[in-house]
């Protein structure tokens, strides 16, 4: 033993631990588990709980939903900063059919087609997917402030609307159906709400996407209608074919474009569609609706001084830059930066993440090192790794705006792991790192910069949503000097 009480061979590497933890009986453990999960524990406590009780961060464990929609409920968490990590690597981890985990909705659902999610980079329709991700991303890149501030501008004027009529305004609410027309905007340049959609695509979007996040929430219904309901069998597609085709017509007519690339690298545009479909209601539009209210929920409750500070900061960029929001003016907002990477670092829209092990491998963790076979499924519970004490030290679970200003604290980078990769590294066609990320973290800056643009200080009530926060605006103060556009 060495003087942190891991085993040393010989040579002086560590030697591989069994992976301590249990799956109890088949079947009924994972029952068990998922009722633990769901209502007797809570998620975070789910995990921390099976950590404490095995002293270590990498553990067996069962992972809901189990049955009967999952063959195989048996995972090796991954639970630390230094563990984590293994899932983005794609030499050492098999990436295929388990963006939701150990189920997978059924591809009627995508118009027949595992979109790319779903695929592993060695599969050539991952590649060209995402490169046709990344072409329309960098053929939209000016669209993107422009469309944003416009869509908010307004969002944020209906917020004091409310205010003024009833004290209290909904920011999810009005989010869902700002996010959506933002996407369609940003992305193709034709509103949603102008097309045959009208105003129905977020509720469209939002009834798709539970048909095949069911199995991983909670509604807040009393446990014997949820269990039957949401958690033993899929919901039947056909139930939402309707909606899907609708949003399908959306995209085959606005993606003209982005289609006619797609298929000039190769791909059929059905299958195209799908994708694009995929990428911006699942991947874009629901990352949004967890998102943008976790940032807000934690620039809400950082506080009037916080504020204050932000405020001088966004200004002063914005006036430098002539009275304009750009990409040069974002970068020199140090504090505005370090707050939304600290946003993403305590809520993580996308907790959970999966790999299979294409290899018998040793994972460490900070205490040890631990054999897994090949084959096994690894899974990790995001927001563990992103507040292990062990890296972030007594702070870890606080929001600290400034915690990433600085050389110092651009060296933390490397531990954000929102993207699916850590913040310092960049999506490629060759892993399975989100291709929005620049985007994201853009979206993200670019609301807490017209917050402050806007007023000198705001409040907010918040509180759970189904997927994450959910933020009541009760107070704003308008800005009261050096307004920007
Ligand atoms: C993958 C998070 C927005 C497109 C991922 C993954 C995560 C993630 C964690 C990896 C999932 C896994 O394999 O385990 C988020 C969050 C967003 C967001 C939190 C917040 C808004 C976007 C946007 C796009 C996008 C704006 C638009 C292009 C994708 C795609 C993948 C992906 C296509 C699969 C990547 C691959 O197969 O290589 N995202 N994402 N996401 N994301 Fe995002």
Redesign the pocket.
Same mark, same amino acid.
């Given at each position: 033993m060495n003087q942190s009480g891991m085993a040393r061979s010989d040579e002086g590497s560590l030697v591989p631990r069994e992976v301590p933890g249990s799956y109890g009986l088949p079947f009924v453990s994972a029952i068990r588990d998922r009722l633990d999960f769901y209502y007797f524990q809570g998620q975070d406590k789910y995990f921390e709980s099976r950590v404490e009780k095995y002293g270590s961060t990498v553990v067996r464990i069962n992972v809901p939903p189990g049955p009967f929609m999952a063959r195989d409920p048996r995972v090796v968490a991954v639970l630390d900063a230094k563990s984590f990590p293994v899932?983005f690597d794609v030499t050492k981890v098999e990436?295929k059919n388990?963006?939701t985990g150990t189920y997978m909705p059924s591809t009627s659902l995508t118009g027949g087609f595992p979109?790319?999610?779903?695929?592993d *980079?060695s599969e050539p329709t991952?590649t060209k997917?995402?490169q046709l991700?990344f072409s329309?991303?960098a053929s939209r890149k000016d669209a993107f402030i422009p469309a944003f501030r416009s869509h908010f501008s307004s969002l944020l004027a209906t917020v004091e609307s409310q205010l003024l009529l009833s004290g209290k305004s909904n920011f999810n609410t009005l989010n869902d159906a700002t996010s959506f027309e933002f996407?369609g905007d940003g992305y193709f340049g034709v509103l949603p709400s102008a097309s045959d959609l009208g105003t129905t695509g977020p509720a469209k979007a939002a009834k798709w996407l539970i048909f095949q996040l069911h199995p991983l929430v909670t509604l807040g219904l009393p446990m014997i209608l949820e269990e039957p309901l949401l958690h033993t069998v899929h919901l039947p597609p056909f139930l939402v074919s309707g909606d899907y085709k609708a949003l399908y017509k959306y995209f085959f007519a606005a993606a003209t474009k982005a289609l006619d690339t797609a298929e000039g690298l190769g791909l059929k545009r059905d299958e195209a569609c799908h994708?694009l479909l995929? !990428?911006?209601v699942f991947?874009?539009y629901?990352?949004?609706k967890?998102?943008l209210p976790g940032i807000l929920a934690r620039i809400a409750d950082s506080g009037e001084k916080f504020h204050k500070k932000l405020v001088t900061e966004i200004r002063a960029a914005v006036a430098e830059a002539g009275g304009k929001v750009t990409i040069e003016a974002l970068e020199k907002m140090e504090l505005t930066k370090s707050a939304v990477w600290e946003a993403?670092r305590l809520d993580? !829209?996308?907790k959970?993440?999966?790999?299979r092990a294409k290899a018998d491998m040793n994972i460490e963790s900070h205490d040890a090192v631990f054999a897994v076979k090949k084959g096994e499924m690894l899974f990790g519970y995001?927001p563990c790794a992103t507040k292990d004490p062990r890296v972030f030290g007594p702070t870890a679970r606080e929001f600290v705006g400034d915690r990433f200003v600085g050389k110092e604290g651009s060296k933390l980078l490397k531990y954000v792991y929102?993207?699916?990769g850590r913040e310092t590294e960049s *999506?490629s066609?060759h892993?399975?790192?989100?291709?929005?990320?620049n985007?994201?973290v853009l979206?993200g800056r670019l609301l807490v910069v017209e917050l402050f643009l806007r007023y000198d200080t705001f409040t907010a009530k918040v509180g759970l949503d189904l997927l994450g926060t959910k933020v009541e605006f009760t107070g704003v103060t308008k800005a009261t000097s050096g307004v920007a556009d």
């Open positions: 899932l990436k388990l963006f979109v790319c999610s779903y695929l *980079p991952h997917v995402k991700l329309l991303l996407i994708n995929f !990428a911006t991947n874009s629901g990352g949004l967890v998102l993403l993580p !829209a996308v959970f993440q999966y790999g995001q929102w993207s699916n *999506p066609v892993n399975k790192q989100c291709p929005g990320k985007l994201v979206v």
